[in-house]
């Protein structure tokens, strides 16, 4: 709260200056376009309509991000046939059929053939990247027509009701409705420390929810968000691009034949209470379903009653906690304790960069692993 206010009420210069060049973009865009649709404000119990919704998206009021930079398909043809090297082989050719010698133009089919490769591959390549990005588009909770369900961030209207809690990515800017949150604007802003936003503070897209959980409007979409404007948060597109990645990966390990096996019994994973870092985690569990355990990934921030209920639920014989955060050992340490409280309790193995070998030892963890690589040692031990 405290720092909500302080941020509000005496902002630093550099922040004022931001303030003032993007209420300048606001006016420049509304001057732009002065035909946009009657604003609807609506009621954040129950949202939009659906068609309201879907009519938003066709006035152009969706919110597509940023356009795609990738090369268009002319682009590519043009880029690999008017080279100067072809030119040269043209005007030999040419000279070639003028002195009626055509045994020698064999060098022209190689000519072809080297431009069709080279269209080939980056056409595939820009199907690949494409894919790529689909798989790592995030889902948001948005409610319409009174119900809360989720949707792909391309797919959100300006005005929508979303719902937003810890790890969420801000998709749009707009104010908060209802509740509270923390968010780190450090990638927006500059601003290192956590930032409290309660009923009516602005939340920038590009943002993340750091904790607490609230309802907002989305005034600003797509290209009129505000990181599409200041610039694109690399350490979010490079997580995002992890998660894509390991997806792949994931899906042609399995794909390979010995990548499935017979079902083992079930290990559970999480990422502890107030740590919303996933993507160690993550690796783990790609590598160790790809050797055959079946994995109940709880994801991350879980409560560790949470992650208790889980291994009773399943009876999982193997517990693996991940932890980011010297603040959020505590919370490590207070589910492995309850895990071993159980009447059966599982074997806990511990991980993620701020754990050491001797700090798992001292919670009462049955093992510590430095990476993906030993946490597979440590499950064919365990469970064979
Ligand atoms: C990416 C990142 C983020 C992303 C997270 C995206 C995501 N989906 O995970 C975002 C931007 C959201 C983020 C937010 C924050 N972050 Co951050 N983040 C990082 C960063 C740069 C990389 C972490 C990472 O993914 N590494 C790559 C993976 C592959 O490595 P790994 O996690 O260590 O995993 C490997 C092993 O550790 C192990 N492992 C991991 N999990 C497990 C689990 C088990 C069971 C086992 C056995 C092994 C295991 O195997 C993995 C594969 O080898 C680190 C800095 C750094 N260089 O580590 C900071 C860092 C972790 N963040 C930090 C902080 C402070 C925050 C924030 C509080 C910032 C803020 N002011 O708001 C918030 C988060 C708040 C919260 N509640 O969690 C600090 C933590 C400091 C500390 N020691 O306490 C770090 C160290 C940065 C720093 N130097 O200050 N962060």
Redesign the pocket.
Known sequence: MAQSSQAQQAPPPKRGREEKQRARRREERAARSPREPERIFPDPKTGLTAAQAAQLLEQGMGNEAVASNAKSTGQIIRENTLTFFNLVFVVLAALLVLAGDFKDMMFLGIAIVNSLIGIVQQLRSRATLEKLSLISEARVKVVRDGQLGTVPVHKLVREDIVELG??DQIPADGPVLSGQVTV?E??ITGE???ITKDVGDELLSGS?V??GKCRARLDRVGADFEAGKVFLPQ??Q??GA??AAFEVIREQLSARPGGESAPKAPIV?A?VK????????N??KVLLENYGYPVIDLG??VEPAAVVEAAKRHAAPLV?????????LPAMEETTRLLKALPNPPVV???????TPEYARSIGAD?????????VE?AKKVLG
């Not at 740590?275 to 160690?280: A, L, N, R, T, V």
């Not at 193995?349 to 754990?355: D, E, K, L, T």
């Open positions: 810890a790890g780190n450090a990638l290192a420390d956590p993340f750091v904790s350490l979010i490079a997580a992890a998660q994973l990422t107030g740590d919303i870092h996933d993507i160690g985690k690796i783990v991350k921030d693996g906690l991940s932890a980011l955060m010297t603040t959020t193995w511990v991980g993620g960069a701020v754990v093992y510590y692993a430095r990476d993906a690589k030993q946490s440590i």
